[in-house]
Structure formats: C-alpha cells, structure tokens
C-alpha cells in the first residue's frame, strides 16, 4: 500500500510522539513509586505496574499496528489508577504524580491512535 508524504509525516510525528510518551510514562511511575511518592518509605512493590509498559516497548520501536492497538486499550488501566489517585491520594507529590500519569496516558493513547489511524485502507467506491 502507498502512501501519500501527509500520511508519511503524520504517521512519523505519532511514532516520535508514541515513543517519547510512552518512555516518559514508564519513567514516571518507576521514579513514583519508588523515590517521590511511594506507598511505604523506600519504595514498593507497586513500581511493578511497569511490566506491561515494558512488554509494549519492543512492538512499539518495530512500529507493529497490532501492539498500537493493544497498547490504546491497556492505557486505559493507567488513566484509572491516576485518576484515582489524584483523587483520593493524601498526598500533594502523589497527587501530582497521578495528573501527570493522566496527562501522558492522554498523550499516549492519542497519539497510539493516529499512528494506527494511518494504517487503515481507504474505502473505494465501486462503480
């Protein structure tokens, strides 16, 4: 299939923006949990909601469609924990790192979706 140059740099500019958000997301919730706002003093096991993040990186650097497409669904997990917790959490540091989590799985999941947007075969007419 061929594309036109907008679809090439459209397609470019989600892949830049899907990479540098999703390694911006997966830095923040290591650095959350473990130094500027853990649950217990000295970190906790919950830095481990990174594993999926980290399973999704490889598809993503490959520029695989399918992994777009299962990552816009797994980000949703994400939105809910920071919404949540920017909610709920006593916190002012938590509170901050949970809207920041929010605005990046935004980000992400915006940009996860016009990169596979990209991809989809135009409808022709048959006459």
């Given at each position: ?32 949990e473990l130094f500027v706002a ?20 490889p598809g993503i650097f490959k ?7 299962a990552t816009s669904l797994l ?53």
């Open positions: 299939m061929s594309s036109t140059p907008e679809v090439d740099l459209t397609r470019k500019k989600a892949y830049w923006a899907t990479v540098s958000s999703l390694l911006a997301l997966i830095a923040l919730c290591v650095a959350w853990p649950i217990r003093p000295g970190g906790s096991w919950l830095v481990l909601k990174v594993l999926p993040l980290l399973l999704v990186v520029q695989r469609v399918r992994t777009y497409q980000l949703w997990l994400y939105f809910a924990e920071g919404a949540t917790r920017a909610t709920s959490d006593p916190a002012l540091a938590s509170q901050l790192m949970a809207g920041l989590e929010v605005l990046l799985t935004i980000v992400l999941f915006a940009s996860v979706s016009v990169f596979a947007r990209t991809y989809k075969v135009p409808k022709t007419k048959v006459a």
